[in-house]
């Protein structure tokens, strides 16, 4: 029988990810299903595989996002990059209501949604991989 103190692994939290692009407002708990819900959003702007340039600037519309891009590659890493942080947000709200004592999040909601740019492709850090992810 396991040990009743056991820390529940992050995999094994229960998430709630937001939509936030544009007027959407579903919510998901698989990130799985949450990524191919936000690939959707992306289809719409027509943006093809391959496709780096598309001459006109296009807008991430994340809610308090305003990232800008004329490069659809770059679009994209960018708007993955908002569901990978939708889940780090879950996850570290879940830290601060299991452990009060830590207090409350300081950074203010108009930043919220602000992530890094993010300028080169993802690699694979898998031993003897060499596979590149948007």
């Keep these: 029988m396991p040990p009743g103190n056991k820390r ?3 995999e094994d939290t229960p998430l709630e990810l937001a939509c936030e692009w544009g007027s959407c407002q579903e919510s998901f708990d698989q990130m799985q299903e949450f990524c191919e819900h936000v690939e959707g959003h992306l289809k719409a702007l027509d943006i093809e595989e391959g496709d780096n340039y598309s001459f006109d600037e296009q807008s991430c519309i994340w809610k308090d996002c305003g990232f800008c891009s004329v490069e659809s590659a770059e679009l994209k890493r960018h708007v993955y990059f908002h569901c990978y942080h939708t889940k780090l947000k879950q996850w570290g709200q879940g830290v601060l209501k299991a452990q009060p004592s830590l207090g409350t999040c300081t950074i203010g909601l108009h930043n ?4 890094p740019d ?11 991989c060499e596979v590149r992810h948007c």
């Design 8 to 10: 529940a692994r992050k």
């Design 112 to 115: 919220r949604n602000i992530v």
């Design 118 to 128: 993010i300028t080169e492709n993802f690699i694979c850090q898998w031993e003897q």
